[in-house]
Protein backbone atom coordinates (compact mmCIF):
# COMPACT_ATOMS: atom_id res chain seq x y z
CA UNK A 1 0.00 0.00 0.00
CA UNK A 2 0.85 3.62 -0.38
CA UNK A 3 0.23 6.71 1.81
CA UNK A 4 0.15 10.08 0.27
CA UNK A 5 1.20 12.12 4.10
CA UNK A 6 2.63 15.22 5.29
CA UNK A 7 3.80 14.74 8.49
CA UNK A 8 1.93 17.06 10.26
CA UNK A 9 -1.68 16.55 8.96
CA UNK A 10 -3.36 14.89 11.71
CA UNK A 11 -5.75 13.31 9.43
CA UNK A 12 -2.51 11.41 7.63
CA UNK A 13 -1.62 10.29 11.52
CA UNK A 14 -4.62 8.75 12.28
CA UNK A 15 -4.30 6.65 9.25
CA UNK A 16 -0.80 6.14 9.59
CA UNK A 17 -1.52 5.02 13.62
CA UNK A 18 -4.28 2.78 11.70
CA UNK A 19 -1.67 0.64 9.70
CA UNK A 20 0.58 0.40 12.45
CA UNK A 21 -1.91 -1.05 14.65
CA UNK A 22 -2.76 -3.43 12.08
CA UNK A 23 0.60 -4.75 11.45
CA UNK A 24 0.67 -3.40 7.87
CA UNK A 25 3.69 -2.35 5.90
CA UNK A 26 3.29 0.89 3.42
CA UNK A 27 5.06 3.25 1.51
CA UNK A 28 4.83 7.07 2.42
CA UNK A 29 4.78 9.49 -0.30
CA UNK A 30 5.51 12.92 0.48
CA UNK A 31 3.14 15.98 -0.20
CA UNK A 32 3.99 18.82 1.10
CA UNK A 33 1.05 21.28 2.32
CA UNK A 34 3.17 24.57 3.24
CA UNK A 35 6.25 24.82 0.20
CA UNK A 36 5.17 26.61 -2.49
CA UNK A 37 1.74 26.92 -1.81
CA UNK A 38 1.48 23.58 -1.15
CA UNK A 39 2.24 20.78 -3.43
CA UNK A 40 -1.06 19.39 -3.25
CA UNK A 41 -2.44 22.23 -5.32
CA UNK A 42 0.10 20.18 -8.01
CA UNK A 43 -2.05 18.55 -10.89
CA UNK A 44 0.08 15.38 -10.58
CA UNK A 45 -1.36 14.97 -7.16
CA UNK A 46 -5.06 16.62 -8.21
CA UNK A 47 -4.97 13.30 -10.55
CA UNK A 48 -4.74 10.91 -7.19
CA UNK A 49 -7.02 13.30 -5.21
CA UNK A 50 -9.43 15.71 -6.57
CA UNK A 51 -9.86 17.51 -3.06
CA UNK A 52 -6.43 17.94 -3.11
CA UNK A 53 -6.08 16.61 0.33
CA UNK A 54 -3.91 14.13 2.52
CA UNK A 55 -4.06 11.56 3.40
CA UNK A 56 -5.16 9.41 0.51
CA UNK A 57 -4.36 5.37 0.50
CA UNK A 58 -3.79 3.31 -2.98
CA UNK A 59 -4.99 -0.30 -1.64
CA UNK A 60 -3.33 -3.23 -3.06
CA UNK A 61 -6.10 -3.40 -5.61
CA UNK A 62 -4.96 0.04 -7.17
CA UNK A 63 -8.20 2.17 -5.84
CA UNK A 64 -7.33 4.94 -4.63
CA UNK A 65 -8.90 5.68 -0.98
CA UNK A 66 -9.62 9.50 0.83
CA UNK A 67 -10.84 10.96 3.60
CA UNK A 68 -9.33 9.49 7.14
CA UNK A 69 -12.38 7.68 8.29
CA UNK A 70 -13.48 6.28 5.84
CA UNK A 71 -9.71 4.68 4.71
CA UNK A 72 -9.50 3.47 8.53
CA UNK A 73 -12.76 1.81 8.09
CA UNK A 74 -11.73 0.17 5.24
CA UNK A 75 -8.69 -1.10 7.08
CA UNK A 76 -10.53 -2.24 10.33
CA UNK A 77 -12.88 -4.08 7.56
CA UNK A 78 -10.39 -5.99 5.59
CA UNK A 79 -7.69 -6.62 8.39
CA UNK A 80 -10.32 -6.76 11.25
CA UNK A 81 -7.60 -7.54 13.84
CA UNK A 82 -7.69 -6.17 16.03
CA UNK A 83 -10.55 -4.45 15.81
CA UNK A 84 -10.65 -0.69 16.13
CA UNK A 85 -14.48 -0.79 16.92
CA UNK A 86 -16.27 -1.94 19.63
CA UNK A 87 -18.88 -5.40 18.92
CA UNK A 88 -21.48 -3.52 21.31
CA UNK A 89 -23.72 -0.90 18.92
CA UNK A 90 -24.08 0.99 21.77
CA UNK A 91 -19.90 1.35 22.15
CA UNK A 92 -19.38 1.61 18.81
CA UNK A 93 -21.55 4.57 18.31
CA UNK A 94 -20.21 6.22 21.34
CA UNK A 95 -16.77 5.37 20.09
CA UNK A 96 -17.45 7.28 16.21
CA UNK A 97 -19.26 10.30 18.10
CA UNK A 98 -15.98 11.03 19.93
CA UNK A 99 -13.72 10.09 16.46
CA UNK A 100 -16.13 12.38 14.87
CA UNK A 101 -16.42 15.20 17.59
CA UNK A 102 -12.72 15.65 16.66
CA UNK A 103 -12.72 14.81 13.14
CA UNK A 104 -15.97 16.43 12.18
CA UNK A 105 -16.58 19.75 14.29
CA UNK A 106 -12.98 20.29 15.97
CA UNK A 107 -10.56 19.67 12.94
CA UNK A 108 -12.19 20.98 9.97
CA UNK A 109 -12.23 24.54 11.79
CA UNK A 110 -8.80 24.68 12.19
CA UNK A 111 -7.59 22.69 9.06
CA UNK A 112 -4.85 24.67 6.99
CA UNK A 113 -7.18 25.78 4.56
CA UNK A 114 -9.13 27.71 7.06
CA UNK A 115 -6.17 29.24 8.94
CA UNK A 116 -4.78 30.08 5.61
CA UNK A 117 -7.90 31.93 4.45
CA UNK A 118 -8.73 33.65 7.66
CA UNK A 119 -4.87 35.29 6.90
CA UNK A 120 -5.07 35.57 2.99
CA UNK A 121 -8.44 36.66 1.95
CA UNK A 122 -9.59 37.78 5.51
CA UNK A 123 -6.85 39.96 6.29
CA UNK A 124 -6.70 38.20 10.20
CA UNK A 125 -3.94 39.12 12.39
CA UNK A 126 -1.72 36.21 13.65
CA UNK A 127 -3.20 36.81 16.98
CA UNK A 128 -6.91 36.67 15.67
CA UNK A 129 -6.04 33.17 13.98
CA UNK A 130 -4.44 31.98 16.97
CA UNK A 131 -7.65 32.75 19.20
CA UNK A 132 -9.88 31.57 16.64
CA UNK A 133 -7.72 28.14 16.59
CA UNK A 134 -7.86 27.85 20.60
CA UNK A 135 -11.66 28.56 20.77
CA UNK A 136 -12.57 25.47 18.93
CA UNK A 137 -9.59 23.32 20.16
CA UNK A 138 -11.06 24.65 24.01
CA UNK A 139 -14.80 24.33 23.24
CA UNK A 140 -14.25 20.69 21.61
CA UNK A 141 -12.05 19.59 24.47
CA UNK A 142 -14.50 20.58 26.68
CA UNK A 143 -17.24 18.24 25.43
CA UNK A 144 -14.65 15.24 25.16
CA UNK A 145 -13.35 15.61 28.54
CA UNK A 146 -16.95 15.48 29.47
CA UNK A 147 -17.36 12.27 27.99
CA UNK A 148 -14.36 9.96 28.04
CA UNK A 149 -13.86 7.60 30.58
CA UNK A 150 -9.81 6.53 30.68
CA UNK A 151 -9.50 3.09 31.17
CA UNK A 152 -6.94 4.01 30.22
CA UNK A 153 -8.07 4.50 26.53
CA UNK A 154 -10.92 6.60 25.33
CA UNK A 155 -13.77 4.01 25.10
CA UNK A 156 -11.93 1.64 28.19
CA UNK A 157 -9.46 -1.02 27.65
CA UNK A 158 -9.04 -1.23 24.10
CA UNK A 159 -8.03 1.47 21.19
CA UNK A 160 -10.50 2.47 19.68
CA UNK A 161 -11.26 4.96 16.45
CA UNK A 162 -11.95 7.59 19.05
CA UNK A 163 -7.97 7.30 20.61
CA UNK A 164 -6.41 7.35 16.93
CA UNK A 165 -8.08 10.89 16.07
CA UNK A 166 -7.98 12.14 19.38
CA UNK A 167 -3.63 11.51 19.79
CA UNK A 168 -3.32 13.87 16.76
CA UNK A 169 -5.64 16.78 17.96
CA UNK A 170 -3.51 16.69 21.05
CA UNK A 171 -0.55 17.13 18.97
CA UNK A 172 -1.65 19.59 16.98
CA UNK A 173 -3.18 21.46 20.39
CA UNK A 174 0.40 21.82 21.46
CA UNK A 175 2.25 22.18 18.52
CA UNK A 176 -0.48 25.71 18.58
CA UNK A 177 0.35 26.06 22.61
CA UNK A 178 -3.29 25.16 23.46
CA UNK A 179 -3.09 25.08 27.12
CA UNK A 180 -4.25 21.94 28.42
CA UNK A 181 -4.43 22.06 32.22
CA UNK A 182 -8.20 21.65 32.05
CA UNK A 183 -8.22 18.14 30.24
CA UNK A 184 -6.36 15.58 32.63
CA UNK A 185 -8.53 13.04 30.89
CA UNK A 186 -7.46 13.69 27.45
CA UNK A 187 -4.17 14.04 28.39
CA UNK A 188 -4.04 10.97 30.46
CA UNK A 189 -5.64 9.02 27.39
CA UNK A 190 -2.89 10.73 24.89
CA UNK A 191 -0.01 9.35 27.87
CA UNK A 192 -1.29 5.91 27.51
CA UNK A 193 -2.07 6.09 23.37
CA UNK A 194 1.54 7.26 23.14
CA UNK A 195 3.19 4.20 25.02
CA UNK A 196 2.38 2.10 22.43
CA UNK A 197 4.64 1.30 19.95
CA UNK A 198 2.05 1.85 17.00
CA UNK A 199 1.02 5.29 18.49
CA UNK A 200 4.78 6.34 18.81
CA UNK A 201 5.85 5.40 15.35
CA UNK A 202 3.03 7.46 14.15
CA UNK A 203 4.29 10.34 15.80
CA UNK A 204 5.18 13.71 13.19
CA UNK A 205 9.06 13.47 14.13
CA UNK A 206 9.27 9.91 13.35
CA UNK A 207 8.30 10.38 9.47
CA UNK A 208 10.69 10.23 6.55
CA UNK A 209 9.27 14.25 5.60
CA UNK A 210 9.58 15.37 9.21
CA UNK A 211 11.50 18.98 9.35
Known amino acids: MKLYSYFRSSAAYRVRIALNLKGLAYE ?35 EVLIQSLA ?30 L ?14 RYL ?37 GKAVTLADICLVP ?3 NARRLKVPLEKFPKIVGVDAACLALPAFDRARPENQPDAE
Not at 102 to 115: K, M, T
Open 169 to 171: QVY
Open 28 to 62: TISVHLVKDGGHNKRPDFRAVNPQMRVPALVAPEG
Open 102 to 115: IACDIHPLNNVGPL
Open 71 to 100: IIEYLDETHPDPPLLPKDPIARAKARALAQ
Open 119 to 155: KNQMGQEQSAIDAWYHHWVRDGFEALEALIAPAPYAC
